[in-house]
């Protein structure tokens, strides 16, 4: 089963308007962490946002906040004012404490195009 | 601060040959982790190193190594290569006792095409 879904291949939205990206995940773990990455056609995956399991609160980070609803594992991605710079390929992740490691488990992506 | 760093940022193989990849971490951290994405997918984990010791290692085949040096670069070596062995190599680095808190800092990959 996919540990990390991200059901939109790709999606538009016109400039200065809002976006919501979608990522629902799946573990039994208690203790775990969503991530939100973002990455240009360069290639580097730039870190966006990230919320723990155990945080009451929806995290933020400057235009980007998570819509957390733990009882329906979803953790979409809220972009407000979007600008040109936000086209780009988003991928949510989620490492669980009972990986030793910490590795990252990737959803497939969503690619996101700004509308001028 | 110099952030992770991988090179070459390009690389063209022929089917059968082996090929080295390199990656310097983020000042600080002494934990790398390796991904392997393929076009449109999302990244999959191959392994990490601590310690200079491989500590976990996904669902990649033996033809995939690696090595992690008292500096904390690491590399990560493939043989035999395979078409489908194409994709974009990122290396991560982090702390290793961040628990599920610790950021991932990535490189900019590097790009294999095997021929």
């Known amino acids: 089963a996919q540990k990390i879904t991200q059901t939109q291949p790709g999606m538009f939205v016109q400039e200065k308007e809002a976006v919501t990206l979608d990522c629902t995940y799946d573990?039994?773990?208690?203790?775990?962490?969503l991530f939100w990455y973002k990455q240009p056609s360069s290639g580097e995956m730039i870190f966006l946002i990230y919320q723990g399991s155990y945080d009451e609160q929806n995290a933020t980070e400057g235009r980007y906040s998570l819509n957390f609803q733990k009882a329906r594992k979803s953790a979409n991605l809220v972009i407000s004012a979007s600008q040109l710079g936000d086209s780009a390929m988003y991928f949510c992740?989620?490492?669980?404490?009972?990986?030793?490691?910490?590795?990252?488990?990737f959803g497939q992506g969503t690619t996101l195009q700004v509308k001028p | 601060d110099a952030g992770v760093t991988q090179s070459p940022t390009h690389l063209i193989k022929t089917r059968g040959q082996q090929v080295t990849l390199r990656c310097s971490p983020k000042s600080g951290h002494d934990t790398v982790s390796w991904y392997q994405q393929a076009l449109g997918q999302g990244p999959q984990f191959i392994f990490q190193?601590?310690?200079?010791?491989?500590?976990q290692r996904g669902n990649f085949p033996d033809r995939f190594s690696g090595h992690q040096f008292p500096n904390y670069s690491s590399e990560l070596n493939v043989n035999a290569l395979l078409l489908g062995d194409s994709a974009l190599y990122l290396c991560a680095s982090s702390f290793p006792t961040g628990g599920v808190t610790a950021e991932a800092f990535f490189g900019q990959g590097t790009r294999l095409t095997v021929v």
């Open positions: 190193y601590y310690e200079e010791e491989e500590r």
């Open positions: 573990t039994s773990d208690q203790s775990y962490g």
């Open positions: 992740a989620m490492r669980e404490e009972s990986s030793n490691t910490g590795k990252l488990i």
